[in-house]
């Protein structure tokens, strides 16, 4: 049986310059404020650094889903791309940010696979809408956060 590709897109508007935003996204301490699908641990060096391997878990639908994770590409103060591999499936998460005006367009775009038939299925109904809702949950938590902490722009 051949894996499934899916996608999942969100993103928001950053009322901050994109350097401060892009410096928040890489402070692996604070993602937790942003981001309480996800924990972090065995994290080898900075996120925006391509190599940084780190260990996931992933709780959302109820289960807990631990990944190998690795930042495999970074264009500083645009794009880190961290790609997630577990034995259910692999994902590649793209955090990116542009400058609109004098604020950051962030988005978090999400491209996974899910082995089988069956899979795909419960992927359609179920894994899907549950992952886009925690994507826009956390953009809009990012940005809830890069608000109340970073300068305006």
């Known amino acids: 049986m051949g894996s499934v590709m899916n996608h999942v897109h969100q993103q928001t508007q ?7 935003v892009f410096e928040l996204l890489c402070q692996m301490d604070r993602q937790r404020e942003w981001n ?3 924990e972090h641990w065995h ?3 900075p996120i925006d650094q ?3 391997t780190f260990d996931t878990m992933l709780d959302l639908i109820g289960q807990s889903t631990p990944y190998k994770s690795a930042v ?4 500083p103060r ?15 998460w793209f955090y990116r940010l542009e400058p609109a005006g004098t604020g950051t367009l962030f988005s978090i775009d ?3 696979g899910m082995e089988g ?5 419960v992927d359609r109904y179920l894994y899907h809408n549950a992952l886009d809702r925690a994507v826009r949950h956390m953009t809009q938590s990012f940005a809830t956060v890069a608000a109340s902490t970073l300068v305006p722009a």
């Open 50 to 52: 391509v190599g940084t």
């Open 72 to 75: 495999v590409e970074v264009v």
């Open 14 to 20: 950053i009322g901050a310059p994109v350097e401060p």
């Open 78 to 92: 645009r794009l880190v791309h961290v790609r997630r591999d577990t034995a259910k499936g692999d994902s590649d």
């Open 43 to 45: 994290i080898t060096g």
């Open 117 to 121: 038939t069956l899979a795909g299925v």
């Open 110 to 112: 999400v491209d996974y």
């Open 36 to 38: 309480p699908y996800m």
